[in-house]
């Protein structure tokens, strides 16, 4: 089983379209891919290679968490540095459902 939908380096993020990043999304998506998923992906993609210019290192999204059943959103590796994203694309406040999810993708 693969752990994750897409990856690459930031670089080659950088320069991929949308659409591009989107199909390999899409691909390995094993999920009913619904209108607000694709919609989230786009809006994740477009914020993402506006703030990674500056940044060197590596990208994966939908990364897998075997023993969670659950997937990330993003993960980055920048350096030692590695974070962990969860995007709420819409939503107007931080759930404490929302902090919690992340707090608990970190620790694992």
Do not use: C
């Amino acid at each position: 089983m693969k752990r994750f939908y897409y990856s690459d380096s930031i670089s080659n993020f950088l320069k991929s379209s949308t659409v591009e990043i989107l199909g390999e999304l899409t691909l390995h998506n094993d999920f009913a891919l619904i209108q607000t998923q694709r919609s989230a992906w786009v809006a994740e993609i477009e914020i993402l290679q506006k703030i990674l210019k500056p940044y060197s290192g590596s990208i994966y999204f939908e990364y897998s968490i075997p023993r969670m059943g659950r997937r990330i959103d993003v993960v980055l590796l920048i350096g030692p540095v590695i974070f962990v994203l969860e995007f709420k694309v819409g939503e107007r406040e931080f759930s404490s459902y929302a902090i919690d999810q992340v707090y608990d993708y970190a620790l694992d």
